[in-house]
């Protein structure tokens, strides 16, 4: 069960939301799934994946933008902090995984969307591009880990302390850590941290996709001074191997200051890339 601390922080984040923000639990043969959905009825949708430990209000600094035209769906993912369930089916691998979307997609009703995610939840939407592309017409990737390069050693050996022996304290020495600088939101570093102590958390990880194959319209948005990973070097290998890839290197930004710090910058490249 959640902590009482972290569904607080919970309620704090998701109250800065819009005001006509729906909360949806969809059914899912590995539970039922929370979306947080936004904008227009008619608007063409955008589904937002966010990163481990960030769950789906990451995105509050960006769906006042985003509504104004696309139906937004950010999701608090399957095996992460959130209030999506996980009953039923066992979520063990990579097919769960793109069988759970395939099940929350159909359950929202979208044959097709627009799909975006970051850091872990570009991975996972990457690899859905792959397993289903006739559902997805664009593709953004906002600082994606595991999908063009790996993760840099002294990232790894940062996070390790925070993993092994979870703690707030040790979450926000790591997030200050990688995010210096850029100053995130204090009411998010706090519900990010305390996700990363809820109990029963299992993020399913695996190959990194074939982006070659990616044959929509994708979108890289890279973090200039991104810890994770080296930016240069994953514009490079995005470059090379994406047939319809658009990159761009977002200037200050970290990879978890995104997508929240500076929103607009963020915004005003993906609404360019989807319109």
């Not at 799909?115 to 792959?130: E, R």
Request: hydrophobic share 40%; net charge positive.
């Amino acid at each position: 069960m959640p902590l009482p601390a972290f569904g607080r922080a919970y309620d704090e984040l998701r109250a800065r939301w819009p005001e006509s923000t729906q909360e949806r639990d969809v059914a899912t043969p590995y539970g039922r799934t929370r979306v947080h959905v936004y904008g227009p009825a008619d608007g063409r949708p955008l589904v937002l994946l966010p990163g481990g430990s960030a769950t789906g209000l990451t995105w509050f600094a960006n769906a006042p933008a985003l509504g104004e035209r696309y139906r937004v769906h950010a999701v608090d993912l399957l095996g992460d902090a959130g209030r999506t369930e996980r009953r039923g089916t066992p979520l063990r691998n990579v097919n769960d995984l793109t069988a759970w979307l395939d099940a929350l997609l159909d359950g929202l009703e979208l044959a097709r969307t627009h799909l975006c995610g970051h850091s872990y939840g570009a991975w996972l939407a990457a690899g859905y591009a792959l397993h289903a592309p006739r559902r997805v017409d664009h593709l953004a990737l906002i600082d994606p880990t595991q999908v063009f390069t790996g993760f840099r050693l002294g990232y790894l050996l940062r996070a390790l302390p925070a993993l092994i022996r979870r703690s707030e304290a040790r979450a926000r020495a790591f997030l200050a850590w990688e995010t210096a600088g850029t100053h995130p939101d204090e009411t998010w570093q706090r519900l990010y941290s305390l996700a990363t102590t809820v109990p029963g958390r299992k993020l399913v990880t695996g190959a990194r996709p074939r982006t070659a194959d990616l044959l929509m319209p994708v979108l890289v948005l890279l973090a200039e001074h991104s810890r994770a990973h080296n930016a240069v070097k994953v514009a490079d290998r995005a470059r090379k191997s994406l047939s319809q890839g658009e990159v761009a290197v977002l200037p200050g930004a970290t990879h978890h200051s995104l997508p929240l710090t500076e929103p607009q910058q963020l915004n005003d490249r993906l609404l360019a890339f989807l319109n």
